[in-house]
DNA sequence: TAGATTGTTAATCGATTAACAATC
DNA sequence: TAGATTGTTAATCGATTAACAATC
């Protein structure tokens, strides 16, 4: 299904249809052309088409796509039938409001359990997730093997966790400290969610030149 | 001092610039070349050079960048001594978090204020930022005016509170909610921060083809 | 059938990389 | 001065847009 390689701005706008198609699948609408849906999410129906067209034809002459269908397949094409597994690391402020308030199983993703060191948060449970002790991170993962691992402990320890991630199998790493990870396994994926990376673009375009 | 139009590709990697360039100023580190700077980021020198000059020239022949001008240099033309004032609205877990754990003043933003409806938490300080009741938003922004805001209520308010904010006079909106904001104020940004495409783009490079 | 709309090939546009004269 | 490295112009590469035959 997959062809050749993906561009990076494909894979950015996938996440983007797929939310798209959701809303409107839960709206109801049963079929939309690539020129209706370019125009609503501000991509020209060309685009649409063509970024499709990297994993095949989902649509049909004279009629455009069928949204459920085309939802289904791009869901494929993000991996959220694939029963990944996550835990999490670091259950302080973010870890916590990412726990309670972030939807994993909405991305196709079981959030299995978390970690942190302090005592009065190990043992508990946090929106349901257990919350174990850093130390018994490599025993939890030979039994229950996760291929994400979700990084929200303090800077200072960052690498040395996401290290330890990586020799427990973990294949992808969601990134929330504001660092850039040094991992040096080759086929390890790193998402950087860079907060103040997005506070000062956005503090950039709002910066007139007086 | 900006010139042109400056490409989005461009502007996504000056925050990267800062942080890299803080990291070195912070280390004590003077002077840095393009290609020393490249290879530690991950860019070529060319790139570099081509980015920031955009903005001017910064460097010296046969010298290199001098990283404590540099550094200033790029925190000027993101706006980072510009002033900027925020006001955070939902100060439930995401928005606490925010509060707790970010911090604005890194990127030069002052958080001045939080908004918020729940009865046990009007009226509170979190890490020393009021919270007020929403309904006082406009009274609030008319006598402390804010250039940003920080959108981290539900769903389903999202667009309501996004418009009064912009007629507030606020004019970027950094918004955490997983919605497309329909806002129709032309010369407000928008900058989104949605958690699930990020994991979403994760989730699809980490699923290899069976 | 006629109209609509796809998937794909070709044309254009923009961003990245390479090259090099200028100069510290 | 000689070596290093910039800023900028030209060349290359890749992504977006346009066009259109195929076809539902």
Chains 1, 2 share one sequence.
Not at 57 to 62: E, I, K, M, S, T
Request: glycine share 10%.
């Amino acid at each position: 299904m997959k062809k050749d390689k993906v561009s990076s701005a494909v894979i950015r706008r996938l996440p983007r249809y797929y939310r798209h198609l959701n809303d409107l699948y839960l709206a109801g609408v049963e079929r939309i052309s690539s020129n209706a849906l370019g125009k609503s999410m501000g991509l020209t129906a060309s685009q649409i088409r063509q970024d499709l067209s990297c994993f095949g034809g989902f649509g049909q002459q004279g009629y455009g796509y069928n949204i459920e269908n085309l939802r289904g397949e791009i869901s494929d094409i993000l991996g959220m039938n694939r029963g990944h597994n996550a835990v999490i690391l670091g259950a302080g402020n973010l870890g916590r409001a990412l726990m309670e308030n972030f939807h994993f199983e909405r991305s196709g993703v079981a959030l299995s359990a978390a970690f942190d060191v302090a005592p009065d948060v190990v043992g508990q449970r946090l929106s349901g997730v257990p919350v174990h002790h850093v130390d018994q991170l490599e025993e939890y993962l030979g039994q229950h093997p996760a291929s994400i691992g979700v990084l929200t402990v303090p800077r200072s320890v960052a690498n040395r966790i996401a290290g330890r991630l990586v020799a427990s199998g973990v294949k992808g790493i969601w990134n929330f400290t504001n660092i850039e990870l040094t991992v040096d396994a080759p086929d390890i994926v790193i998402e950087n969610v860079h907060f103040a990376d997005s506070l000062l673009a956005l503090s950039y375009m709002i910066s007139e030149v007086p």
